[in-house]
């Protein structure tokens, strides 16, 4: 698959390096060359200055056949016409752009706007994301998936640890219930594991198993997962727009926003009358004891200040709030910091929009694609179609070369399984699958996955 992304920002090579790592040939460009030598010291793919509005340039350029154009710059028009030219122009047949305009994202919802396949809004990603994981519980460390009993759920092995020094194997004594290693992460190397492998001080585990057991597996290891009732969140931003909406009435009430600017309060307070709305500059000396702040379940930094973020989510986690989460829109070093800091999550918005495109290239058979362990491991749901290659397969009989693992199922009729080696792979059913991303392709072709949307 040949794909082009316009913008060499942040994100533009966030998601080249993802592309690059799945094996896909990718080509940025940007009609600023200092952006794109940038680039090019950060991932290994083709860079060529250009213009993304100029067709002339575009064609001279060779970029016209490509499978898909992602549009990532900083200005939404920049970005649509950019797609709109490549779809009109070179019959690109997917396009992809970054929109953060409510005016736009509302118009390209459901109609054909400008020929372009699919509009992102970042804002919204981000704000469905953070929504996801408040309804979750304040544990991190799950990811869900849609329609699904299932979860995967990070396991740190300490040196305390009564998995320490086990085979692996050897845990169906010493878990309760079904349940699948699907990765083990130690240090920098990820690896699928089989039942002979060693657990060590510091791995990390990630274990599928039902949503109903999951409870009892934290409990084990001394956490435990609490949906907040009592929410505050900083910053009178987009994503604070879009994540209120996602609120019931009643939970609402239990939710207080404080951001310093004046105007973007007022605004707020009157599209949603049940939230209480604080003007005030939260870093001013006492704002955390005249509000009360403790005695709130979580606090949400999500201003546009990174910095800020982090300090005021570490600072209301040695304060006493019970749980916080820090939004990141700029600077990932920062994601490496937050068990050391006591943040309950730090949330990568360039993550979470290179997965939503990510989801949206990966074809119409994927319905879920979330990263692990930095990205080395993708997790994504598959709904095996018609003429899938391991259809009236047992698992046990498809070799995936120990390049991922298919460690969850959901039949038609809703039922939700751990399959064993002696499941049997039906049309319909999806499969929840963890593939180390070098090995993408290989999977892809496995099992007959589409990566173009039809």
Do not use: W
């Not at 794109?36 to 509005?53: H, N, P, R, W, Y």
């Not at 469905?128 to 979860?151: A, M, P, Q, T, W």
């Not at 878990?175 to 083990?184: D, R, W």
């Amino acid at each position: 698959m040949k794909v082009v992304i316009l913008g060499a920002g942040r994100r533009g090579i966030r998601l080249a390096r993802h592309l690059v790592d799945e094996q896909k040939d990718v080509i940025i460009i940007d009609n600023r060359a200092s952006e794109i030598e940038k680039a090019m010291t950060s991932v290994d793919c083709l860079g060529i200055v250009v213009s993304g509005t100029d067709a002339t340039e575009l064609r001279n350029a060779d970029v016209g056949d490509a499978d898909a154009f992602i549009a990532l710059t900083g200005s939404d028009e920049i970005n649509l016409v950019s797609c709109g030219i490549m779809a009109a122009q070179f019959k690109v047949p997917v396009t992809i752009a970054a929109v953060r305009s409510l005016s736009y994202t509302e118009k390209g919802k459901g109609i054909n706007l400008l020929g372009i396949s699919h509009i992102v809004n970042p804002s919204q990603e981000v704000a469905k994301h953070i929504y996801d994981d408040i309804s979750r519980g304040l544990y991190s460390d799950i990811l869900s998936f849609e329609n699904s009993s299932l979860v995967l759920y990070n396991v740190s092995i300490d040196k305390d640890s009564k998995f320490k020094d086990k085979k692996l194997i050897s845990l169906r004594n010493l878990i309760p219930g079904q349940y699948i290693v699907a990765a083990l992460r130690r240090g920098d190397e990820v690896i699928v594991p089989s039942g002979e492998t060693v657990i060590k001080e510091g791995d990390t585990l990630s274990i599928t198993l039902s949503e109903d057991t999951a409870e009892e597996m934290l409990g084990m290891i001394g956490k435990r997962r609490e949906k907040p009732k009592k929410i505050a969140i900083i910053g009178a931003t987009m994503v604070t727009d879009f994540l209120l909406h996602q609120f019931t009435k009643r939970q609402k009430k239990h939710i207080t926003v404080i951001a310093k600017d004046k105007s973007e309060c007022e605004e707020l307070a009157l599209k949603y009358p049940d939230v209480l709305v604080i003007n005030e500059n939260i870093t001013n000396a006492g704002i955390f004891r005249q509000e009360n702040l403790e005695s709130y379940d979580l606090l949400l930094s999500a201003t546009d200040n990174d910095e800020l973020n982090v300090i005021i989510a570490s600072y209301a986690k040695h304060y006493g709030v019970k749980g916080a989460f820090a939004l990141i829109s700029k600077n990932q070093d920062y994601i490496q910091m937050a068990d050391h800091m006591g943040i309950d999550n730090l949330l990568s918005a360039q993550d979470i929009t290179v997965d939503s495109i990510v989801k949206f290239l990966q074809g119409k058979n994927i319905t879920n694609t979330q990263t692990l362990f930095d990205g080395k491991l993708e997790a994504l749901v598959y709904t095996v179609p018609p003429k899938c290659p391991v259809k009236g397969k047992k698992l046990k009989d498809i070799n995936m070369r120990g390049n991922g693992l298919i460690v969850g199922a959901q039949k038609k009729d809703g039922t939700n399984i751990l399959p064993g080696g002696n499941y049997t792979v039906e049309e319909g059913d999806r499969l929840i699958l963890v593939i180390e991303r070098s090995n993408l392709s290989f999977v892809q072709k496995l099992l007959g996955i589409e990566g173009i949307p039809g």
